[in-house]
């Protein structure tokens, strides 16, 4: 978690798009970013809009979501503290492809596409951002496997060890049908799951609070 005495640049030297870049970029970096507040619930764009800016989440959470046909929000990805969204406007596509909206009450760096474009002529920072970038890729693809190859209670747990590390308590801010559309599944399978793991004395959700016991985490 980000902390909020960090500077601009302690904070994006932390994300892991920009770890090994060279301290001049990253003050680069930091004097084109613009701090935005975002109330919970709010949108931040919508799938399809135009895309002006790519984002950094300094505090809060961010849900990525996209709307499939029949009108159901198929969740994407939740965004942590730390964690890049948006970039993919910056190569494939001028529009979003998905819609994000606040968790929590959050605040953001926005960053313009076309001042970070400039960013990008500089051969140390370009070479940096795209070996980055192609490891976030290569989560993405192992996203797509795990909802394919596991089954619900795995995923629930990969899910929660993703979100939350793994931590025999914590407190949760998505709802269980949040999470339920995280991992693939329907609300009334997860709430049969989640009573089959409590009497199994796996896992107890609460209210927020979700405790899990040492031996339940997959591994």
């Given at each position: 978690?980000?902390?909020?005495?960090?500077?601009?640049?302690?904070?994006?030297?932390?994300?892991?798009?920009?770890?090994?870049?060279?301290?001049?970029?990253?003050?680069?970096?930091?004097?084109?970013?613009l701090?935005?507040?975002?109330?919970?619930?709010?949108?931040?764009?919508?799938?399809?809009?135009?895309?002006?800016?790519?984002?950094?989440?300094?505090?809060?959470?961010?849900?990525?979501?996209?709307?499939?046909p029949?009108?159901?929000?198929?969740?994407?990805?939740?965004?942590?503290?730390?964690?890049?969204?948006?970039?993919?406007i910056?190569?494939?596509?001028?529009?979003?492809p998905?819609?994000?909206?606040a968790?929590?009450?959050?605040?953001l760096?926005?960053?313009?596409k076309?001042?970070?474009?400039?960013?990008?002529?500089?051969e140390?920072?370009r070479?940096?951002?795209?070996?980055?970038?192609?490891?976030?890729?290569?989560?993405?693809?192992?996203k797509?496997?795990?909802?394919?190859?596991?089954?619900?209670?795995?995923?629930?747990?990969?899910?929660?060890?993703?979100?939350?590390?793994?931590?025999?308590?914590?407190?949760?801010?998505l709802?269980?049908?949040?999470?339920?559309?995280?991992?693939?599944t329907?609300p009334?399978?997860?709430s049969?799951?989640l009573?089959?793991?409590k009497?199994?004395?796996?896992?107890?959700?609460?209210?927020?609070r979700?405790?899990?016991?040492?031996?339940?985490?997959?591994?």
């Amino acid at each position: 978690m980000i902390k909020q005495e960090s500077s601009r640049e302690e904070i994006l030297a932390r994300i892991g798009l920009f770890e090994n870049i060279t301290e001049p970029n990253l003050r680069a970096l930091g004097e084109i970013c613009l701090e935005k507040d975002i109330a919970k619930g709010r949108l931040l764009f919508r799938e399809g809009d135009k895309g002006y800016s790519l984002y950094i989440l300094v505090t809060g959470s961010v849900q990525l979501y996209k709307t499939a046909p029949d009108g159901r929000e198929v969740v994407i990805k939740v965004v942590r503290s730390g964690e890049m969204f948006g970039e993919v406007i910056l190569f494939e596509q001028d529009c979003y492809p998905v819609s994000a909206v606040a968790l929590r009450n959050s605040r953001l760096y926005a960053i313009p596409k076309h001042q970070f474009s400039c960013l990008l002529e500089r051969e140390d920072f370009r070479r940096d951002f795209m070996a980055s970038l192609m490891r976030k890729m290569r989560y993405l693809a192992d996203k797509i496997q795990y909802l394919t190859a596991h089954d619900v209670e795995d995923r629930l747990f990969l899910f929660l060890e993703e979100q939350f590390g793994r931590s025999a308590g914590f407190v949760c801010h998505l709802s269980k049908k949040q999470v339920a559309v995280a991992i693939g599944t329907t609300p009334e399978t997860l709430s049969r799951l989640l009573l089959r793991l409590k009497r199994e004395g796996k896992l107890s959700w609460e209210g927020k609070r979700i405790e899990i016991a040492a031996e339940a985490w997959p591994g």
